[in-house]
């Protein structure tokens, strides 16, 4: 199994919808989690951090399932914009994430 | 401020030719991190460095070589390319600790994308 597993997708949405994704990681020691961005042929960025009991923010929603391993990224509304592919990520030790696990990425595409 | 700094942006290399790729930061953070992405493969940490001086390996850190001798430059040098050395570049860097607060947040570079011919 790997550390931190992701669908691929891509995901097709249209304009307004709601969409979540998925994220399943091997390690149930794992500390911390986030979700990060990334555009075509650019740099990922930070999205939301997911601590404990998960976080909102906006129209993102993220959530913890510790006794399953896995968290989650909502995207209420869905805007063009929000076409890009959501890597996400552990941090397998306490206070510390020099060696964070990357996810491969899910794909999404909002569609006019 | 400009962030993280990645030079160059491209580059072409023959196989067995060195080269240094550059990043720099200027928020005064602490640790920085070199990753390469590939296809199929996501980030892989390659090196990173905790402070000024320091230097550590990563999950894939053979056939490079880094070096931070000042706090916002951390260096990673190819010795000699190979075609297996051809991907996407990140540098990024992280503030840890500032007021008493832990902050996680990376940031990251442009990338450099090279291709090992």
């Known amino acids: 199994r790997k550390e931190v597993e992701q669908d691929p997708g891509p995901f097709n949405v249209p304009e307004g919808a709601t969409v979540a994704f998925n994220c399943t990681y091997s390690?149930?020691?794992?500390?911390?989690f986030f979700w990060y961005r990334q555009d075509c042929r650019k740099e990922p960025k930070l999205l939301m951090s997911?601590?404990?009991?998960?976080n909102e923010d906006g129209r993102f929603t993220a959530q913890l399932n510790r006794a399953s391993q896995y968290i989650s990224l909502l995207i209420r509304d869905s805007k063009l914009s929000d076409s890009a592919t959501y890597l996400c990520v552990v941090n397998p030790q306490a206070g510390n994430n020099r060696k964070l696990i990357w996810g491969l990425g899910t794909s999404l595409a909002v569609n006019p | 401020n400009a962030g993280v700094t990645q030079t160059p942006k491209f580059r072409v290399l023959k196989t067995g030719q060195s080269m240094t790729l550059l990043c720099a930061q200027d928020m005064n953070h602490e640790y920085m991190y070199w990753y390469r992405q590939d296809p199929g493969m996501g980030l892989r940490l390659i090196h990173y460095?905790?402070?000024?001086?320091?230097?550590a390996k990563g999950e894939v850190p053979d056939g490079y070589n880094v070096s931070r001798l000042k706090k916002q430059n951390f260096l990673l040098g190819l010795e000699s390319a190979a075609p297996s050395q051809t991907s996407v570049y990140f540098c990024?860097?992280?503030?840890?600790?500032?007021?008493?607060?832990?902050?996680?947040?990376?940031?990251f570079g442009p990338g450099t994308r090279l291709t090992v011919l």
């Open positions: 997911v601590y404990s009991s998960g």
């Open positions: 390690n149930s020691a794992s500390q911390s």
């Open positions: 460095s905790v402070g000024e001086g320091t230097t």
């Open positions: 990024a860097s992280r503030l840890v600790t500032s007021g008493g607060r832990s902050y996680n947040e990376q940031f």
